[in-house]
């Protein structure tokens, strides 16, 4: 059956890094994936909605009937996705079930504002951008109870933390 790797973490944590290299592993063991990448979903598919609480709630809702849709398709669904809110994220649970897998990039604000690479940080805090995850009041990013994998992305190497997933794959 199909497991969905679902990567949740504040903009900056790693996500999509180590969602990349994880790609690359597992095609060199012969696994077929597919990848619903949060910035890329968004600006393809659901470019009306914006960062407001029930826009992201919509967005994940929305990603969450992406991966139902591609269930026999694939080995896994990698989902490098902020998913805020543990609302949506439970529900992604409910949904698949013991097929899905939590991996929650934990990173710590301060390490994720220092690497901003897209600058959207910078234009966040001089109040340039509403409803910015993690800064913003009113879009707290609400860190998972009980991931079934923890990757403390300011002290992992990318190769340890995906070492860490084929090692909870049993791969």
């Known amino acids: 059956m199909t497991k969905i790797l679902w990567f949740t973490g504040l903009s900056g944590s790693g996500k999509t890094t180590i969602a990349d290299s994880l790609k690359k592993e597992l095609e060199s063991r012969g ?59 439970n529900k992604a649970r409910e949904v698949f079930g013991e097929n899905f897998v939590e991996i929650y990039l934990n990173c710590p604000l301060e390490v994720c504002i220092k690497r901003d690479v897209k600058g959207l940080y910078k234009k966040a805090l001089a109040g340039e951008i509403d409803n910015f995850i993690g800064i913003s009041e ?31 794959l049993n791969l």
Do not use: A, M, W
């Open 31 to 89: 696994k077929t994936y597919c990848v619903f990448d949060g910035d890329d979903v968004r600006e393809r598919l659901h470019k009306h909605l914006g960062f407001t609480p029930e826009d992201i709630k919509e967005n994940n809702r929305l990603i969450i009937e992406l991966c139902r849709e591609s269930l026999e398709r694939v080995d896994y669904i990698i989902v490098p996705v902020i998913s805020p809110f543990k609302e949506s994220r």
């Open 138 to 168: 009113n879009v707290p990013y609400e860190p998972p109870d009980n991931p079934e994998i923890e990757i403390k992305s300011v002290n992992e190497k990318v190769e340890e933390s995906v070492q860490k997933i084929i090692s909870f």
